[in-house]
């Protein structure tokens, strides 16, 4: 269906019936429930804490011995934030809070090639989130520092954070 056919149908509902639906889709499907409960209560701080648990638990777990380090746990956060429409300043906090445990964990473990290409991919997508968004001034430091960080650890694909940073430049 498109967008014109479903406002045309929804003009023809009465107030009661477009109520009546809003519910049903309300109690059907959980990303419906999801969005009404984010729009009318905003609890963001909480929301992000939630994030960074789950980042963290994926490089130093609680509950298993081997940490799993994946990325896209981090991805999916930041994907569905934007989705919500939760404030760009959080979900910055986010992609550096994830660029900084997997700072910590490379420290510790040895880990392959991919995983810092990955993160190459992710500080990019920071450093160019941050500039678009006119949070420069809030997070340079915090990006400066995970990418000397890059270069003390001597992380494969230097040259890739370095142009990342251009960017911002």
Request: proline share 4%; glycine share 2%.
């Amino acid at each position: 269906m498109s967008k014109r056919a479903l406002q045309k149908y929804l003009k023809e509902l009465k107030k009661g019936e477009l109520e009546e639906q809003l519910i049903d889709l309300y109690l059907r499907f959980p990303v419906v429930k999801e969005y009404y409960d984010f729009v009318f209560n905003p609890k963001e701080d909480k929301l992000v804490q939630e994030a960074k648990t789950k980042i963290s638990n994926e490089y130093f777990p609680l509950k298993r011995r081997r940490p799993k380090a994946r990325r896209s746990v981090a991805q999916k956060y930041i994907k569905h934030f934007n989705k919500l429409g939760v404030e760009p300043a959080l979900i910055a906090d986010v992609m550096l809070f994830n660029m900084e445990i997997a700072q910590s964990y490379a420290l510790e473990k040895n880990v392959p090639d991919a995983f810092y290409k990955s993160m190459s991919n992710s500080f990019k997508e920071a450093v160019h989130f941050v500039s678009t968004n006119g949070l420069l001034p809030e997070f340079k430091t915090r990006i400066i520092k995970v990418y000397s960080q890059t270069q003390e650890q001597q992380w494969l694909f230097e040259e890739e954070f370095s142009r990342a940073l251009d960017i911002i430049d």
